[in-house]
């Protein structure tokens, strides 16, 4: 029953009422991206939603412009990071545009993490069971990999361990939390997200 109404109506509530106190704090953030390091202040790309339905995601853009075919997999350190991109992404608030997502539908506040098309058509049997829930902002694997990129900085091959280590073991989370999913869950996510922990 939360999966079915109760999810979306706390995703919608939560997004109206936060967005407009949002939008002071969003534009200071948009002038901060742009006067680091020019335009476009956004980052919008093509990710996998609910039913495998593609949805452009938004975020505050962290990186220098992208060269078609570059790696979608960033580590510490990255040189492609701007120094107002490291401050955003340490607070994770590049992420606060995706609120809109929220808003219209295409993402929850919690729920997997929405993959890009390449890594989305890997799911297989039970694991595309992970796209009957609406990509979140935060959840379980999530959490889990906070220090995600910390961890692929150690790695000799970063794409190889994120595709064979760390992507399997967040589909795995990711179901669990589809089979287990609940209101209060949820509120646990979004808390421990606004607390750093």
């Given at each position: 029953?939360?999966?079915?109404?109760g999810?979306r109506l706390?995703?919608?509530t939560v997004a109206?009422?936060?967005?407009?106190?949002?939008?002071?704090?969003?534009?200071?953030l948009?002038?901060?991206?742009?006067?680091?390091?020019?335009?476009?202040?956004?980052?919008?790309?093509?990710?996998v939603?609910?039913?495998?339905?593609?949805?452009?995601?938004?975020?505050?853009?962290?990186?220098?412009?992208?060269?078609?075919?570059?790696s979608?997999?960033?580590?510490?350190?990255?040189?492609?990071?701007?120094?107002?991109?490291?401050?955003l992404?340490?607070c994770?608030?590049?992420?606060?545009?995706?609120?809109?997502?929220?808003?219209?539908g295409?993402m929850?506040?919690?729920?997997?993490?929405?993959?890009?098309?390449?890594?989305?058509?890997?799911?297989?049997?039970?694991a595309r069971?992970?796209?009957?829930l609406?990509?979140?902002?935060?959840?379980?694997?999530?959490?889990?990999?906070?220090?995600?990129?910390?961890?692929l900085?150690?790695?000799?091959?970063?794409?190889?361990?994120?595709?064979?280590?760390?992507?399997?073991d967040?589909?795995?989370?990711?179901?669990?939390y589809l089979d287990?999913a609940?209101?209060?869950?949820?509120?646990?996510?979004?808390?421990?997200?606004?607390?750093?922990k």
């Amino acid at each position: 029953m939360y999966l079915r109404y109760g999810k979306r109506l706390l995703d919608f509530t939560v997004a109206l009422v936060s967005l407009p106190f949002l939008l002071l704090p969003g534009a200071l953030l948009a002038v901060a991206v742009w006067a680091g390091s020019g335009r476009p202040v956004f980052y919008r790309q093509e990710r996998v939603g609910r039913g495998g339905k593609p949805f452009r995601i938004a975020k505050f853009r962290t990186m220098v412009v992208r060269a078609p075919g570059d790696s979608t997999v960033t580590v510490a350190g990255d040189t492609r990071m701007t120094s107002v991109g490291r401050f955003l992404r340490r607070c994770k608030l590049d992420e606060l545009p995706q609120l809109w997502n929220v808003l219209v539908g295409d993402m929850s506040l919690v729920g997997p993490r929405p993959d890009v098309p390449g890594y989305a058509d890997r799911l297989q049997g039970e694991a595309r069971r992970v796209l009957e829930l609406r990509p979140g902002i935060t959840g379980p694997a999530t959490l889990a990999y906070r220090n995600e990129e910390d961890i692929l900085s150690h790695q000799p091959d970063p794409v190889r361990y994120n595709d064979e280590v760390i992507w399997p073991d967040k589909v795995r989370l990711n179901l669990e939390y589809l089979d287990a999913a609940s209101l209060g869950k949820d509120l646990g996510y979004v808390w421990r997200t606004a607390l750093g922990k």
